[in-house]
């Protein structure tokens, strides 16, 4: 048994309703002008009948283009970045992942807060309470892992 897979869209049923809908109304025109029997007020039917369709059809893809939905990856916002920050007697340990490449890891520690910087535009600030004396003595960088020793001076 197939499925489908695809996604649905207000695009794709409008490629198929809006034709659907032109050949009922022709038909129905059609239909109309066949038995008035003038020439003349069958012309003006199928004349009007066309500029109502051109209009309908018109409207229905304005209001299907001004009405998407728009999805919004918010993957960013909603995800919690977490961090381990262990204290000890006159250090501490700082280890998160951030993205890289490694060339694109930048890492200050101003007035007892720790900021970083990676690839892809990733952007944090830690304060780490009690560090403004303090300074980075070691920084590590290894498969998506920063680990830094921030120590007093």
Do not use: H
Not at 8 to 26: C, D, G, M, R, W
Not at 136 to 148: C, S
């Amino acid at each position: 048994m197939a499925s489908y897979k695809g996604t649905y869209s207000t695009e794709q049923s409008l490629n198929f309703v809006i034709p659907v809908a032109v050949i009922l109304f022709l038909g129905a025109v059609y239909v109309m002008s066949s038995s008035s029997g003038e020439g003349f007020v069958s012309f003006i039917l199928v004349g009007g009948a066309a500029v109502t369709m051109l209009y309908w059809v018109r409207v229905l893809r304005k209001l299907a283009t001004d009405y998407k939905p728009q999805y919004v990856a918010r993957e960013k916002e909603t995800k919690n970045w977490v961090y381990d920050l262990m204290k000890g007697e006159s250090e501490y340990i700082f280890v998160a992942e951030v993205p890289g490449p490694e060339d694109r890891i930048m890492v200050r520690l101003i007035d007892g807060v720790l900021y970083i910087r990676g690839g892809g535009g990733f952007s944090k600030d830690v304060d780490i309470e009690g560090s403004a004396d303090m300074q980075i003595n070691d920084f590590k960088y290894r498969n998506g892992v920063l680990t830094l020793r921030i120590r007093g001076q």
